[in-house]
């Protein structure tokens, strides 16, 4: 599949960003553009995410494959990967199947145990299959309908931008219709005897449960050479809570 990416900076450092569930791109243009003071960024939307194609399917292995073919596109061998959560799985699963194409690897939010439904997402599943848009007239009409689910202000608008107005009407950009059906299918254990032998970054949120002391065996199993960084008082979008802070953390990384 033929993602939409947006570009930042030039050169022969390569840094790949891949945004979460239910995110996009936009969502880190700033960090981007930051980084790409040393590194050349591509941000790519997932399928059935942003302005990237819609598909029935949806899944890990297929993001993948849709990575190889970027990748084949830019002609770019070798990347820095940065993910973050979906998208972290996603980055982790690549550089234990593609080691060769990994210098090194920046994990936000994420463990290799298996994800489950949190309330905060059923919320916008919710919002997802309930929320009529094709009778709504306003961004505050369609607001105050998915505030009926997603209670979370902050949250609100991230949702919120993943709808634009078309000549007939308000659409999502996402697929509601390919995540619903597919959502087990970006949470899996991870499950494989491989290793990527190269620095990896894992950063944590200290108000986010997602990468507990209960998870650092199996990172340091499977990334030996991780380190494991927590920004405290950072919940799970902790590259929006604290960007400054993330920044600092992935650009001495990246220089090391």
Do not use: C
Not at 19 to 46: C, Q
Not at 67 to 86: D, P, R, V
């Amino acid at each position: 599949m033929e993602l939409f990416y947006r570009e930042f900076g030039s050169g022969d450092k390569h840094l790949v960003i891949l945004h979460g569930l239910f995110g996009m791109s936009d969502n880190w243009v700033g960090l981007a553009r930051k980084f790409s003071e040393t590194h050349h960024v591509i941000v790519p939307d997932a399928r059935n995410h942003g302005r990237s194609p819609h598909s029935p399917e949806f899944s890990i292995e297929l993001m993948i494959d849709d990575l190889n073919e970027l990748f084949e596109k830019l002609n770019i061998q070798t990347t820095a990967l940065l993910g973050h959560s979906m998208g972290g799985r996603v980055a982790m699963n690549y550089a234990l199947a593609f080691p060769e194409r990994v210098d090194k690897l920046i994990v936000a939010d994420m463990s290799l145990r298996k994800g489950k439904l949190r309330p905060e997402h059923k919320a916008i599943l919710g919002a997802l299959s309930l929320v009529n848009l094709s009778n709504k007239k306003s961004y505050t009409e369609i607001e105050r309908a998915l505030s009926r689910f997603v209670k979370n202000k902050r949250r609100l608008q991230f949702i919120l931008k993943n709808i634009i107005k078309t000549e007939d009407g308000f659409v999502w950009k996402l697929n509601p219709k390919g995540l619903i059906k597919n959502i087990g299918n970006v949470m899996p254990e991870l499950k494989t005897p491989q290793r990527y032998n190269k620095p990896s970054l894992f950063i944590r949120g200290g108000a986010s449960d997602f990468v507990l002391e209960k998870d650092e065996p199996a990172i340091y199993e499977h990334f030996p050479y991780a380190k494991i960084e927590t920004m405290e008082g950072a919940s799970h979008w902790l590259h929006s809570d604290n960007p400054t802070e993330f920044a600092r953390l992935v650009m001495t990384f990246l220089e090391d």
